[in-house]
């Protein structure tokens, strides 16, 4: 069973193209995030939920949204995306805020061409 | 100043040698303290967090910590070349869940 899993694992797509990469977790956490990992292998939060509720909104353009419909789901809709958007994106998620680390997801490959 | 901050490396260490890999952070503030291995084109997985300061050891594994210093520190011992990886230390800023990761070490094992 895996624990967090993410879809696409891959995604190319043309700049200006609206895509969505949508999360799922079977832990029963309570706090879900989003991460992007650029290509110098640098990790950075961009989005955290919890029970559904957004407590998380690092500085990231507003073309980035992201929807939680229930406490284990976690999607990311990016609109007109541009070729700085290409990196690798992974969901999280953990229980009691983090305390005891995060399990992330397998990640999707976003290239903008 | 970066809120955490490691050695991009590359460490390279002899297999059967300690591997030390160094992190130091910002925010004093910070309670909880993690390591985290990425295997290259893999997603990060917890090896060890540690809360108080001291070593906690977990096979062969220990992580080091020293809040007055603002230091994190891993050792592997009997260091193999599957060990060979990137590891990322990550704190737990203001206790709010929110891990703030340093860019990470790679870490290369020679047999």
């Known amino acids: 069973d895996t624990a967090v899993s993410q879809t696409p694992k891959y995604l190319v797509t043309q700049m200006g193209n609206d895509k969505s990469i949508k999360c799922e977790q079977n832990?029963?956490?309570?706090?879900m995030y989003w991460y992007k990992q650029d290509s110098k292998k640098f990790l950075k939060i961009m989005f955290s939920y919890n029970n559904k509720e957004l407590i998380i909104n690092e500085t990231v353009p507003n073309r980035f949204s992201p929807k939680s419909p229930d406490k284990a789901h976690l999607n990311l809709h990016i609109n007109s995306l541009e070729l700085g958007d290409s990196a690798v994106y992974f969901c999280?998620?953990?229980?009691?805020?983090?305390?005891?680390?995060?399990?992330f997801g397998s990640g999707t490959r976003l290239t903008v061409v | 100043q970066k809120e955490v901050e490691q050695n991009s490396g590359p460490l390279s260490v002899p297999e059967g040698a300690i591997a030390s890999l160094n992190c130091t952070y910002s925010?004093?503030?910070?309670?909880?303290f993690f390591w985290y291995r990425q295997y290259s084109g893999k997603s990060p997985e917890l090896i060890m967090f540690?809360?108080?300061?001291g070593d906690k050891e977990d096979g062969r594994f220990t992580a080091q910590l020293n809040k007055a210093s603002q230091y994190v520190s891993l050792l592997i011992r009997d260091s193999q070349p599957s060990d060979s990886a990137t590891y990322l230390c990550a704190v737990n800023i203001g206790n709010t869940g929110k891990l703030i990761f340093g860019q990470g070490t790679t870490l290369q094992v020679k047999p």
């Open positions: 925010d004093r503030g910070s309670q909880s």
């Open positions: 832990l029963g956490h309570d706090t």
């Open positions: 540690i809360y108080s300061n």
């Open positions: 999280a998620s953990s229980q009691d805020v983090g305390n005891y680390g995060y399990t």
